[in-house]
């Protein structure tokens, strides 16, 4: 019988056919780490290493709280800076060049077939270009840093096939949001996620790795897409070797699977509190929004801020809302200042942040007082995620959200 | 913690407790002991003051959903939850909660039959919840060799520091 893809990578990495549902101890190809260094390294020390398995296999940089917004976490920064200098390890970016994920796949991390954990839990956005990225917390991280492996269950495999093609201005944000939404959050819980078909075939790197992004708000493990000639192009350059192609076989055995013909998808929107309780746009027609969020490791890449800048060219920002602007690195914000993406949505009155995490997790810069309401274009809705528990987040694509900042109330794109 | 059995009184939850709500992200970056004094701030602001060490803590479906933030297991473990039992996890905060020794057990049905202020006992080894105040039993799914052992040890680094 065929295998998934999870199974495949588990299979080369232990060098023996694996299926779904075995625990295995696999090596790790790369590790990721942001700010949880700092307590993963403190957990090493304590258990007396303090030296790592590989050096060239670590990847460590700082994007939640750049530029240091405490002293705390300024010693902290600090604190990294120094044990990445004893240390030897080689990948490290400092605050330079971004949102981790955007990071690890622009500078060719994120490998076909790779098996990489990070400190994140979107580290699933690598699925994207067919690795196996997973989030896992700063102990085991601890532990791999030691041993440069880790335990794991081969997960079950949940297929959704992505049918018939999208309309215009209508994104893959859209098709995520809409799956949590239709078959819930948990739909995915400890299992692989495959998004295949003839949209997810057509669909660009930038927005595949929107979906796999967001493969762990419907609990998944991994969200794998196909790796095919888009794949390889985006990857030449970036990769120190030679990247190939990867899919499930035919005969592979799933979990479940679904179809989700996109054809008639219309924008969607998650309202508070659950990325499940999604709806489309024009049913939350017309709800004030006090603060607009576009940006992430979601939705901040050059295309993203395209789209948004075609919405909001030669036009204003509402008085009342506050439109933050967090390009995914600084690769993306070189583009966008080259294309002219920057200046259209600084002259929109959009307010341009360094390529950083931001308000996204609540940690700061740009959160909610009580009783506001926010549209953003991140992954995440949850109750207190954006500054105060009163406050509310609306999910939605970059389109939904320029055209909601422009009106300064949560805005069908398809009407501006 | 001899064969990780607890016997205690239950704190309950709903489903689709994510670790924004144990954990709120703008006290993440705090030490464990002022960070434990926002758990759970926006769902129980009762939790922080009442919760007794040893107490349990018994939850629906996707307990611990989203973010990778071991501070969410952690404030749990610092103000002492002796186990958390639930339908389901949220995969990473399962992990995590393993990894730092933290007992947990998925155990369907449990969440409907239990109340709070229940008297419960756990036995993570052999993966039986007894309600002693409705004196039902419930089978939990057993966690595997690799975890168990964790647990035991009181952390995975328990298992590095020993070579
Ligand atoms: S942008 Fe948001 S979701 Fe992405 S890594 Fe940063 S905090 Fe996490």
């Not at chain 1, 800048?309 to 200042?337: C, H, Q, W």
């Not at chain 2, 913690?1 to 239950?10: C, E, H, R, S």
């Not at chain 2, 339908?87 to 449990?110: D, H, K, M, Q, T």
Request: net charge negative.
């Amino acid at each position: 019988m065929g295998q998934t893809i999870a199974e495949k990578i588990f299979s080369e990495k232990l060098s023996r056919p694996v299926r779904a549902g075995e625990y295995v101890i696999a090596p790790i190809d790369c590790a990721m780490l942001h700010e949880g260094f700092v307590r993963s390294w403190m957990q090493l020390m304590s258990a007396g290493v303090s030296t790592v398995w590989d050096p060239d296999k670590i990847v460590v940089l700082f994007d939640h709280y750049v530029p240091a917004p405490t002293e705390r976490m300024a010693s902290a920064h600090m604190m990294v800076r120094n044990v990445i200098q004893a240390t030897g390890i080689k990948h490290y970016y400092g605050e330079r060049e971004g949102i981790c994920h955007q990071v690890m796949i622009e500078k060719g991390h994120a490998l076909p077939g790779a098996l990489v954990v990070g400190t994140d839990s979107h580290t699933c956005s690598y699925g994207a270009l067919g690795a196996a990225g997973t989030g896992i917390g700063t102990t085991e991280m601890a532990y791999v840093l030691a041993r440069g492996e880790l335990w794991f269950r081969v997960p079950e495999t949940v297929k959704f096939a992505l049918r018939g093609k999208l309309p215009k201005i209508v994104a893959s944000k859209d098709i995520l949001l809409h799956i949590a939404g239709r078959f819930g959050v948990e739909i995915a819980q400890y299992k692989s996620a495959e998004f295949v078909g003839e949209a997810a075939d057509a669909m660009s790197i930038e927005g595949r790795i929107t979906m796999s992004n967001m493969a762990v708000e419907i609990g998944a493990k991994f969200g794998f897409f196909n790796t095919d000639d888009k794949t390889l192009e985006y990857l030449k350059g970036r990769a120190a070797v030679p990247s190939r192609k990867l899919a499930a076989d035919a005969d592979a055995a799933y979990a479940s699977a679904y179809d989700v013909d996109v054809s008639d998808l219309e924008p969607q929107v998650a309202c508070p509190h659950s990325v499940g309780n999604v709806k489309p746009v024009r049913e939350a027609q017309g709800t004030p929004v006090n603060q607009a969020l576009l940006g992430s490791c979601t939705n901040g890449r050059l295309e993203d801020l395209r789209v948004a800048a075609e919405i909001l060219k030669g036009r204003s920002v509402n008085r009342f809302t506050r439109l933050y602007v967090y390009p995914a690195s600084r690769e993306v914000y070189i583009d966008a200042m080259k294309s002219g993406v920057i200046q259209t949505l600084s002259e929109a009155g959009a307010i341009i942040c360094n390529p950083c995490c931001g308000p996204c997790f609540g940690g700061h810069a740009g959160l909610l007082a009580p009783g506001e309401r926010c549209i953003s274009s991140t992954n995440r809705n949850f109750k207190g995620r954006m500054g105060s528990a009163d406050a509310e987040v609306y999910l939605a694509s970059p389109a939904t959200v320029a055209a909601s900042a422009l009106r300064g109330a949560i805005t069908d794109p398809r009407e501006v | 913690m001899a064969g990780l059995k607890f016997q205690g009184t239950v704190w309950t939850f709903g489903d689709n407790i994510d670790t924004d709500q144990i954990n709120p992200g703008q006290y993440m970056d705090l030490p464990a002991e002022e960070a434990s004094e926002h758990v759970f701030e926006a769902i129980a602001p009762e939790f922080s003051k009442e919760f007794k060490a040893g107490e349990l803590i018994v939850a629906g479906n996707n307990f611990g959903c989203g973010s990778s933030r071991e501070t969410a297991p952690d404030v749990l473990k610092y103000v002492g939850a002796a186990a958390i039992v639930a339908e389901s996890f949220g995969r990473i905060f399962f992990r995590n909660a393993v990894a730092i020794g933290l007992p947990v057990l998925v155990c369907p049905g449990i969440s409907a039959q239990t109340k709070g202020g229940d008297t419960l006992e756990v036995d993570i080894e052999a993966a039986l919840v007894r309600n002693l105040t409705t004196n039902k039993e419930f089978k939990g799914e057993r966690l595997h060799e690799m975890m168990l052992n964790s647990l035991r040890k009181g952390g995975i680094m328990k298992l590095l520091s020993e070579g």
